[in-house]
């Protein structure tokens, strides 16, 4: 099965300040993403990775920036965070299923006082 | 662009009773359609899934089948229990390596 380890995994901050969020997966899937669940919306993507470097916005990327460096690794960064930004968050991969479906990791809760 | 719309809850049912839940899309082309769960205080598991029309996914008991005229992807269950109590979001993946979900539905099942 694939891994998928989120790092903090409960995270309380203050606005203002810099957050970043860790994803790191044991095998070498080409395709990461993050979401944000908030009540009454689902999940919606913030950020996703097709390969080292190369990265694309989803529908909620505003005030969020990602990096990826190392194919097991896929960075979010809040640069200055906002209580907007409350929220769990989760990383996937997309596994190479024939459907396209994506594997979750456990979400990080952050909370922006 | 790609959407789903699920059924609102939340939804209450007792143990043994029929479940539905109803979910539509928008999508060009021929997406892959899926049902993820989520219990309390965990990630999301796939649940089922369906690539083409008239597939139907099942799973631990749930069933849905892509309906292409219709542009639906039902999930129901003939008899809930109520370890069966969690989030349930229909979602679906297009040409574009990208998962589109719905706002999720709680389902509550009581002894």
């Known amino acids: 099965d694939a891994g998928i380890t989120q790092s903090p995994r409960h995270k309380v901050t203050e606005t203002g300040t810099p957050v970043t969020l860790r994803c790191h997966q044991t095998e070498n899937h080409r395709y990461m993403y993050w979401y944000r669940q908030d009540p009454g919306h689902g999940l919606r993507l913030i950020h996703y990775?097709?390969?080292?470097?190369?990265?694309d916005k989803g529908e909620v990327s505003d005030g969020y920036s990602v990096s990826r460096s190392k194919t097991e690794d896929f960075l979010l960064t809040l640069e200055s965070a906002t209580s907007s930004q409350t929220s769990v968050y989760f990383c996937?991969?997309?596994?190479?299923?024939?459907?396209?479906?994506?594997?979750f990791g456990e979400g990080s809760r952050l909370t922006v006082l | 662009g790609d959407s789903v719309t699920q059924m609102e809850g939340p939804v209450t049912l007792s143990e043994e009773a029929f479940l539905t839940i109803n979910c539509t899309y928008t999508?060009?082309?021929?997406?892959?359609l899926f049902w993820y769960v989520q219990y309390p205080g965990e990630g999301l598991q796939l649940l089922l899934k369906a690539t083409k029309a008239d597939d139907k996914g099942s799973n631990k008991g749930f069933e849905a089948t892509y309906r292409k005229e219709t542009t639906s992807f039902h999930l129901e269950k003939g008899s809930v229990q109520v370890s069966d109590s969690a989030v349930y979001f229909c979602?679906?993946?297009?040409?574009?390596?990208?998962?589109?979900f719905g706002a999720g539905t709680t389902v509550t099942v009581r002894a």
């Open positions: 996937a991969i997309r596994t190479g299923g024939n459907a396209g479906e994506l594997f």
């Open positions: 999508a060009t082309g021929y997406p892959s």
């Open positions: 979602a679906l993946s297009g040409n574009d390596y990208k998962l589109s």
């Open positions: 990775s097709y390969g080292v470097k190369d990265t």
